[in-house]
């Protein structure tokens, strides 16, 4: 199996390790592989974008989501290191309004799955990280939502790196809404 897929403590929400075959030359992976994401994780899902942005460190983007038009996301770093969050959405959910976290780097290689329903963000750990993700559905800016990063009902542990004690934040990032404000699913 290419993939190792480990559950966080949101079930929906899977750290997906491929594997990586390296020696003296330097590496290999497949990143993405439609037949073999689907055996490891039981879905079958269509990615239609990819994205890819480049932060500074300090920088948190989101937590983001998009009311209609969700977006499952499979995310990965290919420089540098962030922390990664995942927030459920759902308000008929079990664990809504709950966290999941992961570190992804490019060292590493380990992705996460962000299922539709759950917002999304990062904060990067290393000088500069390059993210990228691939999108089960396109961008509709007059959708996208953001939660707020620093919400006390959502308690999430941020690991700032040395030097900063509040992140670098977006305008529409920084006037995102607490939980108890937001839009659900």
Known sequence: ??????????????ILQPKVFGDARGFFYESYNARDFELATGLKVEFVQDNHSLSSQGVLRGLHYQIQHAQ?????????????????????????????????????????????????????????????????????????????????????KWPFPEGFSTPVLAVKDAAALPLSLAETF
């Open 72 to 156: 499952g996301k499979l995310v990965r770093v290919v420089h540098g290191e962030v922390f990664d969050v995942a927030v459920d959405m759902r308000k008929n959910s079990a664990t809504f309004g709950q966290w999941a976290c992961c570190h992804l780097s490019a060292e590493t290689a380990t992705q996460l799955w962000v299922p539709p329903g759950f917002a999304h963000g990062f904060l990067v750990l290393s000088q500069t990280a390059q993210f990228l993700y691939k999108t089960t559905d396109y961008w509709y800016p007059e959708y996208e939502r953001s939660l707020l990063w620093n919400d006390p009902a959502l308690a999430i």
């Open 1 to 14: 199996m290419p993939y190792t897929v480990t559950p966080t403590n949101l079930p929906e929400v899977l």
